[in-house]
Antibody, heavy 116, light 108 residues
Framework: QVQLQESGPGLVKPSETLSLTCTVS????????WSWLRQPAGKGLEWIGR???????DYSPSLKSRVSMSIDRSKNHFSLRLNSVTAADTAVYYC??????????WGQGTLVTVSS | SDVLTQPPSVSVAPGQTASITCGGD??????VHWYQQKPGQAPALVVY???ARPPGVPERFSGSNSGNTATLIISRVEAGDEADYYC???????????FGTGTKVTVL
């Protein structure tokens, strides 16, 4: 059974960098696309970006200038970095696995609050 | 990029049928996927490629896509179906994953 688990600080100061890791179990990270999404409280879903096992990345145009993703095949996990955060980046962050067009499996989500 | 419009809310009595629409320009030429999100939980895929169901999803969940509207249909609605539902399409453009605005389904 495929399981994804997000981890990282729940509180980040404005202007600093948000860093999250998604650990995958029950599947190898060497196939499929691995994405990050987020959802502000009471709002809809927003795709942040994705990474393939080769390291190839695609990012949302609205976040591209602040986002980077990486993958560690030896640890079967992938990571998100979002720099220069503001209160508008406060959200529940999800990692997800899919073929190219959709999201089959999701992590449980982790709340990240941007506040001083 | 695409804009996918859903009704904010749908109310339905137990045992009845709920229909959730997802409107978008030429959506019929795209594959539409649907997610169910219960309070405090991550989204879960319930229909993909317009009408296919992942393993474990009840047959009560079905989908269709024609014209400028895709529809998720929940037959014989149960209390446990109360959730937010999101449609999603993939486009080969620079912003490939587009979600609908979301619909809250309330079981009366």
């Amino acid at each position: 059974q495929v399981q994804l688990q997000e981890s990282g600080p729940g509180l980040v100061k404005p202007s600093e960098t948000l860093s999250l890791t998604c650990t995958v179990s029950g599947d190898s990270i060497t196939t499929y696309y691995w994405s990050w999404l987020r959802q502000p409280a009471g709002k809809g879903l927003e795709w942040i970006g994705r990474i393939y096992s080769t390291g190839t990345t695609d990012y949302s145009p609205s976040l591209k200038s602040r986002v980077s993703m990486s993958i560690d095949r030896s640890k079967n996990h992938f990571s998100l970095r979002l720099n220069s955060v503001t209160a508008a980046d406060t959200a529940v962050y999800y990692c997800a696995r899919g073929p190219s067009a959709l999201f089959e499996y999701w992590g449980q989500g982790t709340l990240v609050t941007v506040s001083s | 990029s695409d804009v996918l419009t859903q009704p904010p809310s749908v109310s339905v009595a137990p045992g009845q049928t709920a229909s959730i629409t997802c409107g978008g320009d030429k959506i019929r030429i795209k594959s539409v996927h649907w997610y169910q999100q219960k309070p405090g939980q991550a989204p879960a895929l319930v229909v993909y490629d317009d009408a296919a169901r992942p393993p474990g999803v009840p047959e009560r969940f079905s989908g269709s896509n024609s014209g400028n509207t895709a529809t998720l249909i929940i037959s014989r609605v149960e209390a446990g179906d109360e959730a937010d539902y999101y449609c999603q399409v993939w486009d080969s453009g620079s912003d490939p994953y587009v979600f609908g605005t979301g619909t809250k389904v309330t079981v009366l």
